[in-house]
């Protein structure tokens, strides 16, 4: 399986803050990577795709970026309501492999 | 509208079985792959597997921690997706959600609102 390593686990931010959330696959994955975004309660919402594309309804403010196989998401300008979990997710192989997530905490 | 709603979940003992249904609507259903996601209580989302469409066959994949212990099938009359699961254990409590898989864009965009599974005696 290839394995999806996800840090931080937790970070906390200011309002207007940039985060940047980073996930290394153990293989080559060949951009085939998604990020989602989940709140408490709710599923999960896709809102990258082929690692930098950005979903329709997505605040520009996301933004996902790639070097080799180390992927990042980067959020600038940071809102209220961006406090949530992220997820990584590869679809190069199966099984399809998700990272561990990052909360993320507004101050 | 693009719906899934899962239903089935529920309580059920160490050893026993479970059906979960995915009822889907808002899109052709036949010409979409079909996935199954669960996630533990605040854990990570694990993918159980994927039915594909009408164009490649209806053939399934499975991640190898439930293989041979769930079963994904379709029924493409009343477009509902199911996810049978045997032989339960406490570490296959979660959420269980479907989700569909997009092409474009690549990923699953549409999930389900989950359905809870509590294995426990």
């Known amino acids: 399986d290839i394995q999806m390593t996800q840090s931080p686990a937790s970070l906390s931010a200011s309002l207007g803050e940039t985060v940047t959330i980073e996930c290394l696959a153990s293989?080559?994955?060949?951009?085939?990577l998604a990020w989602y975004q989940q709140k408490p309660g709710k599923s999960p919402q896709l809102l990258i795709y082929?690692?930098?594309s950005l979903q329709d309804g997505v605040p520009s403010r996301f933004s996902g970026s790639e070097s080799g196989t180390q992927y990042s998401l980067e959020i600038n300008s940071l809102q209220s309501e961006d406090a949530a979990t992220y997820f990584c997710q590869q679809h190069h192989d199966y099984p399809y492999t998700f990272g561990a997530g990052t909360k993320l905490e507004l101050k | 509208e693009v719906k899934l709603l899962e239903s089935g979940g529920g309580l059920v003992q160490p050893g026993g079985s479970l059906r979960l249904s995915c009822a889907a609507s808002?899109?052709?259903?036949?010409?979409?792959?079909m996935s199954w996601i669960r996630q533990p209580p605040g854990k990570a989302p694990e993918w159980l597997g994927v039915?594909?469409?009408?164009?490649?066959?209806?053939?399934?994949e499975y991640n190898p921690s439930v293989k041979g212990r769930f079963t994904i099938s379709r029924d493409n009359t009343q477009n509902i997706l199911y996810l049978q699961m045997n032989t339960l254990r406490a570490e296959d409590t979660a959420i269980y959600y479907c989700?569909?898989?997009?092409?474009?864009?690549?990923?699953?965009?549409?999930w389900g609102q989950g359905t809870l599974v509590t294995v426990s005696s």
């Open positions: 082929d690692a930098s």
């Open positions: 293989e080559d994955i060949y951009s085939n």
């Open positions: 039915i594909r469409n009408k164009a490649n066959g209806y053939t399934t």
């Open positions: 808002g899109f052709t259903f036949t010409d979409f792959y």
């Open positions: 989700a569909r898989w997009d092409w474009e864009p690549r990923g699953f965009a549409y």
